[in-house]
């Protein structure tokens, strides 16, 4: 068991729709990422937080909307998206301090039609 | 900037056999850390191993074991005696620490097929 879990694993959304996915790790750790995965290009960091709070946005495009209530869960709010935002989204989770590693999630498979 | 490049976009083994999977990164600082991820079909990643830049001695797991060449820049990962189970996607990463967090860097991976 991973211990990050990610819902749903697939979604089909047209470019008007408004979605959100939604990330949870049991593992007690205080960092959350969101990667974008695309084929053929390396994952892509999107953003990042430490303690519930927003230590990195790597020039994600408005229509992307992240949010941390709390050090376990994590959204990515989705909505007016366009066809190349289809890719696999993955979230991970780390335990602060530079001997720890990244924990990822099983990923949503994400289509804009 | 930092870069990670994987120069291989796909590899073959035959089971039971040795491979080797090369990356290479470009950087600046001194101090950081480096990785190899397995990306099984089944999409979760997972670690495989990890170096840390001020160790010379290079990182083993098992099967797994690194070749790591600072002043060259150079990490690639050795497997040996290849299992059906390693087919996946392999990525090689780097860590680097800023502004209080912890970001990775990717290369593009390698598609690692085993033959039986």
């Known amino acids: 068991e991973t211990g990050v879990t990610q819902t749903p694993r697939h979604l089909v959304m047209g470019m008007t729709n408004k979605k959100s996915l939604k990330c949870e790790q049991h593992?007690?750790?205080?960092?959350m990422y969101w990667y974008k995965q695309s084929a053929k290009k390396p994952l892509e960091l999107m953003f990042v937080y430490n303690f519930k709070e927003q230590t990195e946005n790597n020039s994600v495009p408005s229509r992307f909307s992240p949010e941390c209530p709390n050090s376990s869960h994590l959204f990515l709010h989705l909505h007016t998206l366009q066809p190349e935002d289809s890719a696999l989204y993955l979230c991970a989770s780390k335990e602060a301090g530079g001997s720890y590693e990244q924990y990822f999630g099983p990923g949503t498979r994400l289509t804009v039609t | 900037a930092q870069t990670v490049t994987q120069s291989q976009p796909e590899m073959s083994v035959q089971e039971a056999e040795t491979v080797t999977l090369s990356c290479t990164y470009d950087?600046?600082?001194?101090?950081?850390?480096l990785f190899w991820y397995k990306q099984p079909p089944s999409r979760q990643m997972i670690l495989v191993i990890r170096q840390e830049a001020y160790k010379q001695q290079n990182a083993t797991e098992n099967r797994f074991s690194v070749n790591f060449q600072k002043a060259a820049k150079s990490f690639s990962l050795k497997i040996s005696d290849s299992q059906l189970g390693d087919a996946a996607m392999y990525f090689c990463?780097?860590?680097?620490?800023?502004?209080?967090?912890?970001?990775?860097?990717f290369g593009t991976g390698t598609r690692l097929k085993v033959l039986a």
């Open positions: 593992l007690g750790h205080n960092a």
């Open positions: 950087t600046s600082e001194s101090d950081y850390y």
């Open positions: 990463a780097y860590r680097r620490f800023t502004s209080g967090t912890y970001k990775y860097i």
